[in-house]
């Protein structure tokens, strides 16, 4: 037996008397950076609770559908199948049951409800679902009065097939009821109270790709009819913000409209800001590195809680989790998972914020799971807190605190650069924003940097142009150039470069004729018809001349690619491959040469495949003049004024292919149609020749795939 020292054995016993977590979290935490990657995060929120029927003290639930917590802090549980609405206090100790009702001296009963509301004054709004009509009950909780299907007194306004059968109920705070009614496409119904329809709010957008809007217009009446109908986004679920204004989820719908979650006003327009790269819409169905879950497609959002401040959480059914926003749509914190760990759910349905506290029902579980903040959660609400109070050095420091627990939280850097922005530090608020991606943050604090250097070096700045002006007016008027072109012709050093000697060195006089050669691309550019003539027939080009061009257009490239200014460069640098940017530009180059010589080969093209090179290595040359400039120049501009960049980078582009187009024409002697007709056969040729080039490697991939297994299974039995 080994022998262990007293020091050990102490240590041992301290070990096991530690108090070890009873439940730990089953699901992992993260947030979407800047390019949509899953990045992992400390744990927003952890359960602390689970609440079954019998620790009510009523028996199982069965069914549960919603969940709504009052302004006196009582929680009303909507237990569909049992037909009932359950109210607790904070602890969940049950107060009322409410199953039925007196009215007009007759007992009524709830048959299937599935939404409740509680309004600041304590009247309870219940939404009858099968029963088709909505109940109000007073603060006391006796009945009050019945709000029927509004279909029957405003037929107009519904098509006959419609049955009112609400899901979700809420009543602002000058009294306008708001339903939500499954099966219906036109938005949110808003009522008064005494159940007189006053419209519908937000309705969704339906639109059609220009592929079905296409096989539409072509179709005959009975392929209409068989075509499945588009229909627009239902709204699952909505809350009520203190302005009264309406935050409502959507499900995705026929269309995928990546609007699932909309803040609308008392006139149904949409206010949501959505300024993050991705727009609040839960999951934003990419692959990533953590493997988050096997479930894919949308997320179906069928809750929404609005929390102050104006953050707002959404609860995604399909995958268990909660997403939380702020007011500019950026994600705070995702959490929760489908499962049968702790904090995981089966089907949630329901989400409501009880102080700090998060409570989360779950339909087929029959239980409220109670989540509490851990300190990264607190520290991300009392930092936006304070932001929103204008206290930007507090909310600077709270940030700080959030980095240290989460080097890789991008948003943090963005608080801690609004602080700096607001403080007047632009050149620091310039360092956060990039840290944090936040490009809209980085535009405002160097513009702002921009105006303060323009001020402080006004003087000097215009000083220097008004010593420029003269210096340039003086030496026009003594023709300084004209005599400084007279003294170098008569310098021993021009006779020196013209001597005999240089003449006959074969690489000056290569090097020389090909600076010619280069030189006439510009004369190209400005005079397509002549210069492509000449390009052919006077042996103004050459091929080396080409290949520096192109050379040049592929640097050029790679250089706008990897080097444009931040808030315009949305790439990951770190994962720029610059093989493959190359080959970008150069394959269809060369794809354009073969092609096009295939098929004029055909069609009496009278020009050569060098012909077909030189020819469009010469078109490439705006390229070159336009993408180095404009790179440079997107330095010094803000997103706003990106449009002079991206409009610089248009004309480039679409010189190139006009010059691409036009050489075509020249060298092979068409018309105009037939040069039209010849660059686009083409581009189809091109996108023919990929599809097949990409079938090819597909079927060597599969033959090489299926000898290694066959491979592998000849082994094994041997």
């Given amino acids: 037996m080994r022998y262990r020292s007293p020091a050990v054995c102490c240590l041992i016993?301290?070990?096991?008397?530690?108090?070890?977590?009873?439940?730990?979290?089953?699901?992992k935490s993260y947030v979407f950076d800047a390019w949509g990657r899953a990045v992992p995060t400390p744990e927003p929120y952890e359960p602390v609770r689970i609440i079954y029927g019998p620790d009510l003290g009523i028996g199982e639930l069965r069914g549960p559908e919603d969940l709504f917590v009052a302004p006196d802090q009582t929680i009303y549980i909507v237990d569909t199948r049992n037909n009932q609405i359950v109210r607790t206090t904070?602890?969940?100790?049950?107060?009322?049951?409410?199953?039925?009702?007196?009215?007009?001296?007759?007992?009524?009963?709830?048959?299937?409800?599935?939404?409740?509301?509680?309004?600041?004054?304590?009247?309870?709004?219940?939404?009858?679902?099968?029963?088709?009509?909505?109940?109000?009950?007073?603060?006391?909780g006796k009945f009050v009065s019945i709000i029927e299907a509004p279909e029957k007194a405003y037929?107009?306004?519904?098509?006959?097939?419609?049955?009112?059968?609400?899901?979700?109920?809420?009543?602002?705070q000058v009294g306008r009821l708001y339903a939500v009614s499954a099966g219906l496409f036109d938005g949110i119904m808003e009522l008064d109270l005494e159940g007189n329809f006053h419209g519908f709010l937000g309705a969704p957008r339906v639109s059609l790709s220009l592929w079905e809007y296409f096989w539409a217009s072509i179709a005959t009446d009975e392929q209409r009819q068989r075509r499945r109908l588009v229909l627009p986004q239902e709204y699952s679920s909505m809350d009520l913000d203190e302005f009264g204004f309406i935050y409502a989820t959507a499900f995705s719908g026929e269309m995928e409209v990546q609007e699932f979650i909309r803040r609308l006003t008392p006139a149904g327009k949409d206010i949501l800001r959505r300024e993050w790269y991705s727009p609040p819409m839960g999951d934003i169905n990419v692959s990533d590195y953590m493997e988050l879950s096997e479930i894919t497609g949308l997320s179906v959002l069928v809750d929404i809680i609005y929390r102050g401040n104006?953050?707002?959480?959404?609860?995604?059914?399909?995958?268990?989790?909660?997403?939380?926003?702020?007011?500019?749509?950026?994600?705070?914190?995702?959490?929760?998972?489908?499962?049968?760990?702790?904090?995981?759910?089966?089907?949630?349905?329901?989400?409501?914020?009880?102080?700090?506290?998060?409570?989360?029902?779950?339909?087929?579980?029959?239980?409220?799971?109670?989540?509490?903040?851990?300190?990264?959660?607190?520290?991300?609400?009392?930092?936006?807190?304070?932001?929103?109070?204008?206290?930007?050095?507090?909310?600077?420091?709270?940030?700080?605190?959030?980095?240290?627990?989460?080097?890789?939280?991008?948003?943090?850097?963005?608080?801690?650069?609004?602080?700096?922005?607001?403080w007047g530090n632009y050149e620091t608020a310039m360092r956060c924003y990039k840290l944090g991606n936040d490009r809209r943050g980085y535009s405002k604090a160097f513009y702002a940097y921009r105006r303060q250097l323009a001020n402080d070096n006004f003087g000097t700045v215009m000083t220097s142009v008004v010593v420029l002006a003269a210096v340039i007016y003086l030496a026009a008027k003594i023709?300084?150039?004209?005599?400084?072109?007279?003294?170098?012709?008569?310098?021993?050093?021009?006779?020196?470069?013209?001597?005999p000697r240089i003449?006959?060195?074969?690489?000056?006089?290569?090097?020389?004729?090909?600076?010619?050669?280069?030189?006439?691309?510009?004369?190209?550019?400005?005079?397509?018809?002549?210069?492509?003539?000449?390009?052919?027939?006077?042996?103004?080009?050459?091929?080396i001349a080409a290949t520096v061009i192109l050379v040049l257009a592929l640097l050029a490239y790679v250089f706008m690619r990897q080097y444009t200014g931040f808030v315009l460069n949305y790439l990951?640098?770190?994962?720029?491959?610059?093989?493959?940017?190359?080959?970008?530009?150069?394959?269809?180059?060369?794809?354009?040469?073969?092609?096009?010589?295939?098929l004029t080969t055909l069609m009496d093209g009278k020009g050569k495949m060098i012909e077909i090179y030189i020819t469009g290595a010469y078109a490439l040359t705006p390229l070159i003049l336009v993408l180095i400039p404009v790179t440079v120049f997107s330095h010094y501009i803000t997103i706003e004024e990106g449009t002079f960049y991206y409009l610089a980078l248009g004309v480039g582009v679409a010189w190139a292919m006009a010059l691409l187009v036009l050489g075509t024409g020249v060298i092979h002697e068409y018309g105009l149609i037939k040069t039209l007709f010849t660059a686009a056969a083409t581009v189809v040729g091109i996108g023919i020749v990929l599809f097949i080039g990409l079938l090819f490697f597909d079927v060597v991939d599969r033959m090489y795939q299926f000898a290694q297994d066959l491979y592998i299974e000849i082994s094994f039995r041997l």
């Avoid at 002549?530 to 052919?536: A, M, Q």
């Avoid at 720029?576 to 354009?592: G, H, M």
């Fill in 13 to 27: 016993l301290l070990i096991l008397c530690l108090p070890l977590p009873v439940e730990a979290a089953s699901y």
């Fill in 90 to 140: 904070s602890e969940f100790e049950v107060l009322d049951i409410y199953a039925e009702f007196e009215r007009d001296g007759v007992i009524d009963r709830f048959n299937n409800p599935l939404g409740v509301f509680v309004t600041d004054y304590g009247h309870m709004f219940v939404a009858d679902t099968n029963n088709g009509r909505i109940v109000r009950f007073d603060e006391n």
């Fill in 155 to 172: 037929p107009e306004a519904f098509s006959e097939y419609f049955q009112f059968r609400p899901r979700k109920v809420a009543v602002d």
């Fill in 310 to 422: 104006g953050v707002y959480s959404v609860l995604d059914q399909r995958r268990g989790r909660i997403f939380t926003y702020d007011d500019s749509g950026n994600l705070l914190y995702v959490f929760g998972g489908i499962g049968h760990g702790v904090g995981l759910f089966v089907r949630p349905v329901a989400i409501e914020q009880l102080g700090d506290q998060l409570l989360v029902l779950d339909n087929r579980n029959n239980s409220i799971t109670v989540f509490e903040p851990t300190k990264y959660a607190l520290l991300i609400h009392e930092a936006i807190d304070q932001y929103e109070q204008g206290r930007y050095e507090a909310a600077a420091g709270l940030w700080h605190e959030v980095l240290k627990l989460n080097a890789n939280y991008e948003l943090a850097y963005s608080g801690v650069g609004d602080a700096h922005l607001r």
């Fill in 479 to 499: 023709r300084l150039a004209d005599k400084l072109r007279r003294l170098y012709r008569n310098t021993q050093l021009a006779a020196a470069l013209a001597g």
């Fill in 503 to 543: 003449q006959r060195n074969r690489v000056w006089a290569f090097v020389k004729d090909t600076w010619q050669r280069l030189r006439y691309a510009g004369h190209v550019i400005f005079h397509p018809f002549d210069g492509f003539w000449d390009l052919k027939h006077e042996g103004r080009g050459s091929f």
């Fill in 572 to 598: 990951r640098i770190e994962n720029l491959n610059i093989l493959i940017e190359i080959a970008s530009v150069l394959v269809p180059f060369i794809l354009w040469c073969v092609v096009n010589w295939a």
